[in-house]
């Protein structure tokens, strides 16, 4: 049962161009949705979140959307750099579960020069 | 000046043996967890503590017994270690019992042969 479902394992762009990584829920009770990034023997580092009250927050060359109705989020990244070459996770929390963390499966960018 | 370390970063062991993972954060935050990544690259919650009480067990065997010292640690002992055990464990830490923007360690990639 994943609650949390990244559908892509894997997206390839190249630099200076838009990297659009999507995730999708299925628990109408998330609330509070985050972005973390992962590099290779490395723990996951939060990269910008958003809050069931809003549709957008915008961090620097990151964006998140948020489309409720649809249970949808998505992370923008513009523009590209080979630097953001990682994997990324989505990850999902309700306070009436104590509020943990439940990730998706990740999806692995690659930026190439 | 590393925020949430975990040690040791690697470990192999036999089946059946007992092993400790340490964990430390130097954040002053009051809750801290222990996450498990499974060979399939899944990020699943294990525990989370708040100011060294247990806040959520997420079923996880009995085996695995978390200890916090005091809230600064949470360190993950496992008993009869077996084979389906091996993943790499990670620990966080927040500033809030929410869960939200949590920091991880490097995590401790734990092998049973």
């Known amino acids: 049962d994943q609650q949390v479902k990244q559908n892509s394992p894997s997206l390839s762009v190249q630099e200076g161009r838009i990297s659009i990584l999507n995730c999708d829920y299925t628990?109408?009770?998330?609330?509070?949705f985050l972005w973390y990034k992962k590099y290779p023997a490395e723990g996951p580092t939060f990269l910008i979140s958003?809050?069931?009250?809003?549709d957008k927050n915008e961090d620097g060359r990151f964006t998140v959307f948020l489309n409720k109705s649809a249970k949808h989020l998505s992370l923008h990244i513009v523009p590209s750099q080979p630097g953001d070459s990682a994997v990324y996770f989505c990850?999902?929390?309700?306070?009436?579960?104590?509020?943990?963390?439940?990730f998706g499966t990740g999806t692995r960018l690659a930026v190439r020069p | 000046d590393t925020a949430v370390s975990q040690t040791p970063k690697y470990l192999v062991t036999q089946m059946g043996n007992d092993k400790s993972i340490k964990c430390e954060q130097n954040l002053g935050h009051d809750t801290m967890y222990w996450y498990k990544q499974d060979s399939k690259k899944f990020l699943k919650i294990m525990f989370s503590?708040?100011?060294?009480?247990?806040?959520i067990n997420e079923t996880v065997p009995n085996r695995f017994s978390p200890k916090s010292p005091d809230k600064a640690h949470l360190n993950l002992h496992i008993n009869s270690l077996e084979l389906g055990d091996s993943a790499v464990y990670f620990c966080a830490s927040s500033p809030s019992v929410r869960g939200t923007e949590a920091f991880f360690g490097q995590g401790t990639r734990l092998t049973v042969v």
């Open positions: 503590y708040n100011n060294k009480e247990l806040i």
């Open positions: 990850a999902a929390s309700e306070k009436s579960s104590g509020d943990k963390l439940t």
């Open positions: 958003i809050s069931s009250i809003k």
């Open positions: 628990n109408s009770m998330f609330d509070y």
